[in-house]
């Protein structure tokens, strides 16, 4: 009862979410948590262990919240290639998660489109939950790689793992300042193509014909020597 209550209370958000005139309020975040926390109430996430429960609503909100806004695609537009984009690329690159929740991020997803699926918003999800089970490794390592990392993430893990406040607004802007000056400096160190080709001109390719000795076979294809065919004018010259 409390779960039909629950989605019925659901489907009146959603509704008045599409008739509501407050342009500050981000429809996509809204739209990704409702969702999120109706998975987390139906049978399906009930049935998951405790450890990946633990990291449900916030795994799914952020799939649904960067599917919409990156790829502009909802649940039931998911495919191989947008489950790769989003899996293997945004997630890494953007979503705060440790090693533990990014080895939860492929079970939870498998268990989200299951839900869909039971839900009728997706016909058949067996061929994209078996083409993305085996990309638990290849997540970890792109999340915990720094060069992977979107600006916002490596500024709020660096603000993590030092202990400071990452709403600090003069923390946030000489975080801005020094990306500016570390890609200034970096392209001050590459010299302008058009300077180098200036510096540097191309060096001229000069082709020599080898010369046929006077008794070889004429190149012709005569029979002759060549000093008896194509080659009886430099042997005129050369006596004279």
Sequence with gaps: ????????????????????????????????????????????AAAMPRELRDHA?????????NSLVYLDL??????????????????????LA??????????????????????GLVPDVDVLTRTIHGWTDQIVAAGNDPRNWSLNKQYMME???????????????????????????????????????RREPPIPIVEYESKVARNAPCPCGSGWKYKKCCGRSETRASSD
């Design 1 to 44: 009862d409390e779960t039909d209550d629950y989605e019925d209370d659901y489907l009146d958000e959603t509704e008045d979410l599409d008739e509501t005139e407050d342009q500050n309020e981000d429809k996509d975040r809204t739209r990704a948590r409702l969702m999120a926390v109706s998975f987390c109430r139906s049978p399906v």
């Design 57 to 65: 609503s916030f795994l799914v909100e952020e799939l649904l919240y």
């Design 74 to 95: 909802a649940p039931a537009q998911w495919d191989e290639p947008a489950m790769r984009e989003l899996l293997l690329d945004i997630v890494p690159r953007k979503i």
């Design 98 to 119: 440790n090693v533990v929740m990014l080895e939860t991020v492929v079970p939870v997803t498998e268990a989200f489109l299951y839900w869909l699926q039971f839900e």
């Design 159 to 197: 603000s993590l793992e030092n202990g400071l406040d990452p709403r600090d607004p003069q923390r946030k802007q000489a975080f801005l300042h020094q990306q500016v000056r570390e890609a200034e400096e970096a392209l001050s160190r590459l010299e302008p193509q058009e300077q180098k080709e």
